[in-house]
Nanobody, 123 residues
Framework: QVQLVESGGGLVQAGGSLRLSCVVSGRTFSMYSMGWFRRTPAKEREFVAAISSAGSTTDYADSVKGRFTISRDNAKNTVYLQMNSLKPEDTAVYYC????????????????WGQGTQVTVSS
């Protein structure tokens, strides 16, 4: 079982940027597809972005396309989420997750989760 630890959340003004990081324990990181999800008190956890094991394929929710970028560094066992042009509606707890599937985008596709990091965007 892998462990995932997110960091990089915080408070930012609308229009600002944040970069989230997720460090994954273990020697199998390069075999996992990785994803980012978010949850607010009013919504179920929703898909944000995902990246294939080699980093060659990425998928994004429509709400973040053109503003967020997912990337990974397999040498550092780390996946990133660069968030630009942040909006108040991006306020949520952000989770990273690992999947054995080739191109996962649904919550049920991911078997390992981090504890989450809070992102708050003020207007």
């Amino acid at each position: 079982q892998v462990q995932l630890v997110e960091s990089g959340g915080g408070l930012v003004q609308a229009g600002g940027s944040l970069r989230l990081s997720c460090v994954v324990s273990g020697r199998t990181f390069s075999m996992y597809s990785m994803g980012w999800f978010r949850r607010t008190p009013a919504k179920e956890r929703e898909f944000v972005a995902a990246i294939s094991s080699a980093g060659s394929t990425t998928d994004y929710a429509d709400s973040v396309k053109g503003r967020f970028t997912i990337s990974r560094d397999n040498a550092k066992n780390t996946v990133y989420l660069q968030m630009n042009s942040l909006k108040p509606e991006d306020t949520a707890v952000y989770y990273c997750a690992a999947s054995w599937l080739r191109r996962p985008t649904m919550e049920a596709n991911f078997g390992s989760w981090g504890q989450g990091t809070q992102v708050t965007v003020s207007s």
